[in-house]
């Protein structure tokens, strides 16, 4: 491990430990690399992990979360998403974030269903790795940017870092029903700050680069995730759940 991912890997533990005294923590989890690193470093720091995932059934994210599980063996629980009281759902958080934003509406309404699982669990802790993909160029829009240069590429990375720090508040307000907090270390302070210390050059290549985020794999590979995962390009939450379509089924009978 080179000097930057060793610093990087200590910022992540640094942020992890100030930001969820809880020891025992649900991690919002898909398999992919992001969820799948945030769950190791967790389990290496002691605390006691279990995973959840959500989604409708036989979904891209609770098929693929099963699988990368396997080489895990962590604690694993899934909730499926019922398609028959999912509209009656989706229009209470649209009330309740008041916003039509569609993004906004999906996470929330994954969130719901997280925050749910792990209420029943016991537990009241969910930790995210919301962050990494504003701060480590995992989205598109990096790579149609980014023959534009280094300045509009960290434009966009500000624009969608506070667009992303202000739905989580969105997403709090939604699971604070089942008194679950949800915590994203990658969007605390200090963790954003040193992280657009790194150079562009670690975190993506050019505006054909379909992958991204190469520190965050380089590192996933160096702390144990499994290849399956940290070699896995973005699936996001919304559409590996299935939820984006099924809300854009459901939002013609709002």
């Known amino acids: 491990m080179n000097d ?3 610093e990087l890997l ?14 025992q923590i649900a991690v919002a989890f898909s398999g992919g690399v992001d969820s799948t690193l945030i769950a190791q470093i967790c389990k290496s720091l002691d605390y006691d992990v279990t995973l959840v995932t959500i989604g409708f059934p036989e979904s891209h994210d609770i098929v693929f979360a099963k699988i990368v599980n396997q080489e895990l063996n962590l604690k694993h629980n899934i909730l499926e998403i019922e398609y028959e009281s999912f509209p009656d759902i989706a229009l209470k958080i649209n009330e309740t ?3 039509e934003n569609l993004s906004w509406n999906e996470n929330s309404i994954a969130f719901y269903y997280v925050a749910k699982l792990v209420n029943n669990l016991g537990l ?5 790795a919301n962050g ?3 701060l480590f160029c995992g989205y598109n829009a990096y790579r149609e940017v980014f023959e534009m240069g280094e300045s509009q590429i960290l434009t966009v990375m500000n624009t969608k870092l506070d667009n992303e720090i202000k739905m989580m508040k969105a997403v709090n307000s939604v699971t604070s029903e089942f008194g679950i907090t ?6 605390s302070e200090k963790f954003v700050e ?9 975190k993506i290549h050019s505006s054909e680069d379909l992958y991204r985020k190469h520190i965050i794999r380089k590192l996933a ?5 499994p290849e399956i995962s940290f070699n896995k390009r973005k699936k996001a939450l919304q559409y590996g759940s299935r939820i984006h379509k099924s809300l854009l089924k459901a939002r013609r009978t709002f």
């Open 124 to 128: 009241d802790t969910v930790v995210t």
């Open 182 to 187: 949800v915590v994203q270390p990658f969007l």
């Open 132 to 134: 990494i993909d504003e």
């Open 4 to 6: 930057l991912r060793k």
């Open 194 to 202: 040193f992280a657009k210390t790194i150079p562009l050059s670690e």
């Open 10 to 23: 200590e910022y992540i533990k640094t942020s992890i430990i100030g930001n969820v005294p809880q020891k």
């Open 97 to 99: 974030i008041k916003t």
């Open 221 to 225: 590979s160096e702390v144990g995730v």
